[in-house]
T-cell receptor, first 112, second 115 residues
Framework: KQEVTQIPAALSVPEGENLVLNCSFT??????LQWFRQDPGKGLTSLLL?????REQTSGRLNASLDKSSGRSTLYIAASQPGDSATYLC???????????FGKGTKLTVNP | GAVVSQHPSRVICKSGTSVKIECRSL??????MFWYRQFPKQSLMLMAT?????????EQGVEKDKFLINHASLTLSTLTVTSAHPEDSSFYIC???????????FGDGTRLSIL
């Protein structure tokens, strides 16, 4: 059974810092991996999707990497801003269906 | 970008009431819709997968008679919590997908509180 773990559970940084969020998964046979953002009391916003054949994806200040063989992904946020404060969720999609398995998320607080 | 609308955003009702939650894909046809439940500080738990015109596939441990799912069209899926009780209080979120190579698009969730 696939399990997704995110470390740390919470992170607080001053504005302007670069930071890395970590995601690990137990079964490396994934189809793709997605990073989402969730604001309090809201649904999820898709940030980046990495196919299993890819190593990384970039969107603006965000860069996600994937090391499928070791079961790890990182989300790098450059020059963090208070508006980046949210919970970041990692999810993997395994072959055969579109179901996602989610981690518990990392709650990020960027202090002005 | 793709938009998924979920309604209502919040429901407060008495125990024994049945509650219907709607999930609509506004600008694309969703071949598959998903229903999740989220407890405070916990991950999203997939409840069921819904395909247009066919019966929903429920995850292990989810009561299909309790959580009725209807996917009447490519843009609408509904979740009905039947005879809701306080333990059904939670945050329910839907998502929609039109291709597995594309990100799933999520609604804003429904906060259900059963008194």
């Amino acid at each position: 059974k696939q399990e997704v773990t995110q470390i740390p559970a919470a992170l607080s940084v001053p504005e302007g810092e670069n930071l890395v969020l970590n995601c690990s998964f137990t079964d490396s046979a994934i189809y793709n991996l997605q990073w989402f953002r969730q604001d309090p009391g809201k649904g999820l916003t898709s940030l980046l999707l990495i196919q299993s054949s890819q190593r990384e994806q970039t969107s603006g200040r965000l860069n996600a990497s994937l090391d499928k063989s070791s079961g790890r992904s990182t989300l790098y946020i450059a020059a963090s801003q208070p508006g980046d404060s949210a919970t970041y969720l990692c999810a993997v999609n395994q072959g055969g269906s579109e179901k996602l398995v989610f981690g518990k998320g990392t709650k990020l607080t960027v202090n002005p | 970008g793709a938009v998924v609308s979920q309604h209502p955003s919040r429901v407060i009702c008495k125990s024994g009431t049945s509650v219907k939650i709607e999930c609509r894909s506004l600008d694309f046809q969703a071949t598959t819709m998903f229903w999740y439940r989220q407890f405070p500080k916990q991950s999203l738990m997939l409840m069921a997968t819904s395909n247009e015109g066919s019966k929903a596939t429920y995850e292990q441990g989810v009561e299909k008679d309790k959580f009725l799912i209807n996917h009447a069209s490519l843009t609408l899926s509904t979740l009905t919590v039947t005879s809701a009780h306080p333990e059904d209080s939670s945050f329910y979120i839907c998502s929609a997908s039109y291709h597995r190579d594309q990100p799933q698009h999520f609604g804003d969730g429904t906060r259900l509180s059963i008194l």
